[in-house]
């Protein structure tokens, strides 16, 4: 992750540089910049950060002058003492917009909703890849499980939930039964029916008619409770959480 600065005060730089390091380890800053002018003239000789960390009160002007002067597309987190502009910062690539003094909390919770917006369109890119590339998924009415030393065919609606577990895809039915099943949750989603399945998360696929209880659990995050019951709990996060009332809903 290659991050930039921009902050006109030393010492809140420093700070912010070594916040930045200690909740993003990996991260490289290319930059720390502390004017409108600076930044006007890195931003035209250089290839964008993948995220910008930008003070809005520069001693030359407020750093929204940057955006007008150039044209920056990366994502943007703003720092200010004042609350006065976020209407504007919201209109401007930002992603989040912290008051000072900035809290390690504040700069680790940023960069996790980075990290989840990048994520989230890494995997949107793929699934359009996929679309373009390949032959319309048909929808599956039943999935060729292993039993044993051989297979068994097990029907779509006798399916509770895929999960995954150490590397390996399991099918486990209302009955219950656990079969081990040879493909990838991405390949299963692409030929499951919609209205009855959602991606509960990255290691589980559930059918609604397995769901007996949707909980909150803590920062806008949901915990379903599943029949037959799973082995880990089955967590929706804060930006699946919309969608997957919504399923419920429907």
């Known amino acids: 992750m290659r991050l930039v600065i921009v902050e006109d005060e030393p010492l ?8 930045l ?10 930059a720390q910049l502390a004017s409108v002018a600076e930044a006007v003239r890195w931003f035209s000789s250089h290839l964008p950060p993948d995220l910008l960390f930008c003070d809005i009160q520069l001693t030359d002007g407020l750093s929204f002058e940057i955006f007008r002067a150039t044209p920056i597309r990366c994502p943007v987190v703003f720092t200010t ?29 940023a960069l996790a909703k980075y990290r989840a917006l ?13 679309a373009v590339t390949h032959e319309p998924s048909v929808p599956r009415d039943r999935f060729l499980v292993r039993k044993g030393t051989g297979h068994l065919v097990v029907k779509i609606n006798d399916v509770a939930y895929f999960y995954t577990e150490d590397k390996l895809v399991f099918l486990v039915t209302h009955a219950p039964q656990r079969h081990l099943i040879d493909k990838t949750l991405a390949e299963i989603e692409a030929v499951l029916p919609p209205p009855s399945f959602f991606r509960a998360n990255r290691a589980t696929l559930v059918h609604i008619d397995s769901i007996v209880r949707c909980s909150p659990y803590g920062k806008g995050k949901l915990l379903l ?25 429907a």
């Open 225 to 249: 409770e599943l029949r037959p019951p799973s082995a880990e709990p089955v967590i929706v996060s804060q930006e699946r959480a919309a969608a997957c009332r919504q399923w419920l809903g």
């Open 12 to 19: 809140a730089r420093e700070k912010l540089a070594a916040s």
């Open 81 to 109: 003492a004042f609350d006065d502009y976020s209407l504007e910062a919201f209109q401007t690539n930002s992603i989040d917009y912290l008051l000072k003094p900035i809290r390690q909390s504040q700069v680790a919770s």
């Open 118 to 130: 990048a994520a989230h369109f890494t995997a949107d890119y793929a699934r359009r890849l996929h």
């Open 21 to 30: 390091r200690a909740a993003a380890p990996e991260a490289v800053i290319v």
